[in-house]
Protein backbone atom coordinates (compact mmCIF):
# COMPACT_ATOMS: atom_id res chain seq x y z
CA UNK A 1 0.00 0.00 0.00
CA UNK A 2 1.08 3.56 -0.72
CA UNK A 3 1.15 6.84 0.00
CA UNK A 4 -1.37 7.41 -1.71
CA UNK A 5 -3.88 4.36 -0.72
CA UNK A 6 -3.00 6.09 2.69
CA UNK A 7 -4.67 9.40 1.82
CA UNK A 8 -7.92 7.40 0.45
CA UNK A 9 -7.98 5.45 3.60
CA UNK A 10 -7.80 8.61 5.72
CA UNK A 11 -10.73 10.40 3.25
CA UNK A 12 -12.65 7.59 3.71
CA UNK A 13 -12.61 7.61 7.24
CA UNK A 14 -13.31 11.25 7.79
CA UNK A 15 -16.06 10.70 5.18
CA UNK A 16 -17.60 7.91 7.38
CA UNK A 17 -17.14 8.75 10.88
CA UNK A 18 -16.43 12.15 11.32
CA UNK A 19 -18.89 14.97 12.14
CA UNK A 20 -19.00 17.57 9.06
CA UNK A 21 -18.91 19.72 11.63
CA UNK A 22 -15.51 19.19 13.23
CA UNK A 23 -12.03 21.08 11.84
CA UNK A 24 -10.66 18.92 9.48
CA UNK A 25 -7.28 17.05 9.60
CA UNK A 26 -3.88 18.40 8.68
CA UNK A 27 -1.75 16.20 6.38
CA UNK A 28 2.12 17.47 6.40
CA UNK A 29 4.74 17.51 3.25
CA UNK A 30 7.00 14.29 3.48
CA UNK A 31 9.87 14.45 5.68
CA UNK A 32 12.94 12.87 4.09
CA UNK A 33 14.84 11.14 6.32
CA UNK A 34 17.64 10.63 4.47
CA UNK A 35 18.56 13.28 2.23
CA UNK A 36 22.18 12.89 1.24
CA UNK A 37 20.50 9.87 -0.62
CA UNK A 38 19.70 10.65 -4.62
CA UNK A 39 16.21 10.48 -5.76
CA UNK A 40 14.01 12.41 -3.63
CA UNK A 41 10.71 12.24 -4.09
CA UNK A 42 8.32 15.95 -5.14
CA UNK A 43 6.21 15.46 -1.87
CA UNK A 44 9.10 16.36 0.24
CA UNK A 45 8.75 19.49 2.41
CA UNK A 46 11.61 19.11 4.83
CA UNK A 47 14.13 17.35 5.78
CA UNK A 48 15.55 15.04 9.05
CA UNK A 49 17.96 18.30 9.96
CA UNK A 50 14.75 20.99 9.49
CA UNK A 51 12.52 21.74 11.59
CA UNK A 52 9.45 20.04 11.72
CA UNK A 53 6.27 20.65 11.39
CA UNK A 54 4.10 19.24 14.01
CA UNK A 55 6.02 18.57 16.45
CA UNK A 56 3.42 19.45 19.61
CA UNK A 57 0.59 17.78 17.80
CA UNK A 58 -1.80 14.73 18.36
CA UNK A 59 -2.47 12.50 15.13
CA UNK A 60 -0.92 9.63 13.21
CA UNK A 61 2.25 9.14 11.48
CA UNK A 62 3.69 6.64 8.72
CA UNK A 63 7.18 5.91 7.57
CA UNK A 64 7.08 5.27 4.15
CA UNK A 65 10.11 3.47 1.39
CA UNK A 66 11.71 5.66 -0.80
CA UNK A 67 9.04 4.00 -3.50
CA UNK A 68 5.86 5.77 -0.89
CA UNK A 69 5.38 1.98 0.29
CA UNK A 70 3.57 2.10 3.77
CA UNK A 71 6.18 0.40 6.10
CA UNK A 72 4.65 1.42 9.44
CA UNK A 73 1.91 3.35 11.18
CA UNK A 74 1.81 4.93 14.65
CA UNK A 75 -0.07 7.30 16.71
CA UNK A 76 0.68 10.56 19.10
CA UNK A 77 -2.23 11.41 21.14
CA UNK A 78 -2.30 12.42 24.97
CA UNK A 79 0.88 12.38 26.27
CA UNK A 80 3.52 12.94 23.83
CA UNK A 81 3.64 14.66 20.18
CA UNK A 82 4.02 13.60 16.94
CA UNK A 83 7.66 14.90 16.91
CA UNK A 84 8.84 12.90 20.39
CA UNK A 85 6.79 9.52 18.66
CA UNK A 86 8.06 9.67 15.34
CA UNK A 87 12.41 10.69 17.02
CA UNK A 88 11.92 7.37 19.10
CA UNK A 89 12.32 5.63 16.20
CA UNK A 90 15.17 7.57 14.72
CA UNK A 91 18.92 9.41 16.17
CA UNK A 92 21.86 11.08 15.04
CA UNK A 93 24.38 8.73 13.04
CA UNK A 94 26.73 11.34 13.56
CA UNK A 95 28.51 14.00 15.92
CA UNK A 96 27.50 16.89 13.21
CA UNK A 97 23.78 15.72 14.43
CA UNK A 98 23.65 16.06 10.22
CA UNK A 99 22.52 12.51 9.39
CA UNK A 100 19.42 10.31 11.04
CA UNK A 101 19.78 6.65 11.69
CA UNK A 102 16.76 4.66 12.17
CA UNK A 103 16.39 2.22 15.39
CA UNK A 104 18.44 -1.10 14.40
CA UNK A 105 15.57 -3.75 13.63
CA UNK A 106 14.78 -1.23 10.57
CA UNK A 107 18.42 -0.54 9.08
CA UNK A 108 17.84 -3.21 6.57
CA UNK A 109 14.70 -1.88 5.27
CA UNK A 110 14.31 0.91 2.38
CA UNK A 111 12.70 3.70 4.98
CA UNK A 112 13.15 7.17 3.67
CA UNK A 113 10.15 9.73 4.86
CA UNK A 114 7.60 10.66 7.26
CA UNK A 115 4.15 11.98 7.34
CA UNK A 116 1.92 13.00 9.20
CA UNK A 117 -1.88 12.82 9.46
CA UNK A 118 -2.48 16.09 12.72
CA UNK A 119 -5.75 15.58 14.12
CA UNK A 120 -7.65 18.92 16.03
CA UNK A 121 -6.18 20.11 19.15
CA UNK A 122 -9.58 19.35 20.20
CA UNK A 123 -10.01 16.23 19.40
CA UNK A 124 -6.54 14.65 20.34
CA UNK A 125 -9.02 11.38 21.37
CA UNK A 126 -9.35 10.76 17.37
CA UNK A 127 -5.50 9.45 16.93
CA UNK A 128 -5.88 6.30 17.85
CA UNK A 129 -9.40 5.90 16.27
CA UNK A 130 -7.42 6.56 12.98
CA UNK A 131 -4.45 4.49 13.54
CA UNK A 132 -7.01 1.61 14.46
CA UNK A 133 -8.99 2.56 11.47
CA UNK A 134 -5.70 2.82 9.19
CA UNK A 135 -3.73 -0.72 10.16
CA UNK A 136 -7.29 -2.43 9.64
CA UNK A 137 -7.33 -1.39 6.02
CA UNK A 138 -3.80 -1.17 5.45
CA UNK A 139 -1.20 -3.98 5.89
CA UNK A 140 2.56 -2.61 6.69
CA UNK A 141 5.95 -4.71 7.19
CA UNK A 142 6.41 -3.43 10.74
CA UNK A 143 3.57 -2.76 12.77
CA UNK A 144 3.10 -5.93 15.27
CA UNK A 145 0.51 -5.06 17.81
CA UNK A 146 -2.94 -3.43 17.59
CA UNK A 147 -3.57 -5.79 14.60
CA UNK A 148 -6.93 -7.87 14.46
CA UNK A 149 -6.43 -11.34 14.27
Known sequence: MTLDDLDAAVDIYCETYRHSSLEAFKRSELIDLFPEKSGASSLVGSTWVD???????????????????VFY?????????????VN??????????????L???????????????????????EAPA???YLLSK????????????
Open 51 to 69: PWPYLDEAGVYAFLTSSLE
Open 130 to 132: LEE
Open 138 to 149: IKTVANKNGLAP
Open 73 to 85: IGKASMGNGLGYR
Open 103 to 125: RHEWENFDVRYVYMIVVPDTSRF
Open 88 to 101: SYCTYADKLRTTCK
